[in-house]
T-cell receptor
Framework: DGGITQSPKYLFRKEGQNVTLSCEQN?????MYWYRQDPGQGLRLIYY???????QKGDIAEGYSVSREKKESFPLTVTSAQKNPTAFYLC???????????FGEGSRLTVL | DAKTTQPNSMESNEEEPVHLPCNHS???????IHWYRQLPSQGPEYVIH???SNVNNRMASLAIAEDRKSSTLILHRATLRDAAVYYC??????????????FGKGTKLSVIP
């Protein structure tokens, strides 16, 4: 079945450690996105990529990094520079800037 | 992106229609109105979208005001599975700015059995 797979679903990290969240899609979509969601809040855009080997910062990119080496993959690294990384992270993709967004099931990161 | 305004929460009785409002007074001519919903601990899912005319699909209907400054998502018969946060967003189809989508807090719909 086509869709977006995020892993891991739950992740615990010690302060000062970098962690990478995986996002893979088999929908053949050009655009991919990373969002952060805090409890009771909406979704805030971290990074997005319109095409392979290209990505742009969203509203809250500080402390995060991404890569887009393959069309189907858009991993997010939460670095130790991110002051408050505990959150629910959502990956999405779309055909282009007009297509509906398809979301993964999310990764919940907790910093101990 | 132009902003949208939604009520924080709404309640509905099961099997009754639900009308979820959204105001977007600064909408531009190239903005499409999109609705998504998010069930607890899941990613959002697409519900419906439209430009000027009312739209229907198997999940819901979208009623768009003539001046396009507001819209209403209509669930014809609410079920317990419709309890979710509903997001109304504007998507600019004119260019690359459409990638920069941020979802506000949305409307939390509670369905009473």
């Amino acid at each position: 079945d086509g869709g977006i797979t995020q892993s891991p679903k739950y992740l615990f990290r010690k302060e000062g450690q970098n962690v990478t969240l995986s996002c893979e899609q088999n929908l053949n979509h050009d655009a991919m996105y990373w969002y952060r969601q805090d409890p009771g809040q909406g979704l805030r855009l971290i990074y997005y990529s319109q095409i392979v080997n290209d990505f742009q910062k969203g509203d809250i990119a500080e402390g995060y990094s991404v890569s887009r080496e393959k069309k189907e993959s858009f991993p997010l690294t939460v670095t130790s520079a991110q002051k408050n990384p505990t959150a629910f992270y959502l990956c999405a993709s779309s055909i282009a800037y007009t297509g509906e967004l398809f979301f993964g099931e999310g990764s919940r990161l907790t910093v101990l | 992106d132009a902003k949208t305004t939604q009520p924080n929460s709404m309640e509905s009785n099961e099997e009754e229609p639900v009308h979820l409002p959204c105001n977007h007074s600064t909408i531009s001519g190239t903005d499409y109105i999109h609705w998504y919903r998010q069930l607890p601990s899941q990613g959002p899912e697409y519900v419906i979208h439209g430009l000027t005319s009312n739209v229907n699909n198997r999940m819901a209907s979208l009623a768009i005001a003539e001046d396009r400054k507001s819209s209403t998502l209509i669930l014809h018969r609410a079920t317990l599975r419709d309890a979710a946060v509903y997001y109304c967003i504007l998507r600019d189809y004119s260019g690359a700015g459409s990638y920069q989508l941020t979802f506000g807090k949305g409307t939390k719909l509670s369905v009473i059995p």
